[in-house]
């Protein structure tokens, strides 16, 4: 069965601390993944897919098929990343969550 | 930008009651979603679907059912609410082409059940 698992419910760091998000998935198929990111009072929204393998907000993922991770990093956080995190998997179709990392970037 | 609207934002009802939440989107796209999310717990899929005539359970439809009235329109039911319904709930819509998977969402219902 296809799964998704964020290990960190809460992650707490200083303003210009490297961050690292952890994500690993379990699926049989060809994985396709996706960082989403919900700030305060806002609805969820795409942070970025690997497909895209684009920087957001300075924000990178990578695909690791032989770790099955796609964790999310930023080099230097700062304040306004703070938000709930999740990492998402498109198997067979639909969209599974993993259950969400809260990010707080303190001053 | 309001693509994907949820109907009512927030909502309070006694137990056993049976309440509608709705969602309408003007993205054009054909698959609908409603998701419940719980601290802890991430969001959990409960129904989905990829067209008009097309509805699927997720992995926890027990205690609700679905109703695809337009392309655009996608109404969760509780038929008897209990509390541990409680929730966040968020519909989502995707594309169904190949480079049009990204999923958009509503701004969430606040359900409390009491």
């Known amino acids: 069965a296809q799964r998704v698992t964020q290990p960190e419910k809460l992650l707490s760091v200083f303003k210009g601390a490297p961050v690292e998000l952890k994500c690993n998935y379990s699926?049989?198929?060809?994985?396709?993944l996706f960082w989403y990111v919900q700030y305060s009072r806002q609805r969820l929204q795409l942070l970025l897919r690997h497909i895209s393998r684009e920087s957001i907000k300075g924000f990178t993922a990578d695909l690791n098929k032989g770790e099955t991770s796609f964790h999310l990093k930023k080099p230097f956080a700062q304040e306004e990343d703070s938000a709930m995190y999740y990492c998402?998997?498109?198997?067979?179709?639909?969209?599974?969550f993993g259950t969400g990392t809260r990010l707080l970037v303190s001053p | 930008d309001a693509d994907v609207t949820q109907t009512p934002r927030n909502r309070i009802t006694k137990t056993g009651k049976r309440i509608m939440l709705e969602c309408s989107q003007t993205k054009g796209h054909d698959r609908m979603y409603w998701y419940r999310q719980d601290p802890g717990l991430g969001l959990r899929l409960i129904y989905y679907s990829f067209d008009v005539k097309d509805i699927n359970k997720g992995e926890i439809s027990d205690g609700y059912s679905v109703s695809r009235q337009a392309q655009a329109k996608f109404s969760l039911s509780l038929e008897s609410a209990i509390p541990n319904q409680t929730a966040l709930y968020f519909c989502?819509?995707?594309?169904?082409?190949?480079?049009?998977?990204?999923?958009?969402f509503g701004q969430g219902t606040r359900l409390t059940v009491v």
């Open positions: 998402a998997l498109r198997a067979f179709q639909k969209l599974v």
């Open positions: 989502a819509t995707s594309g169904s082409g190949q480079g049009d998977t990204e999923a958009f």
């Open positions: 699926y049989s198929g060809s994985p396709e």
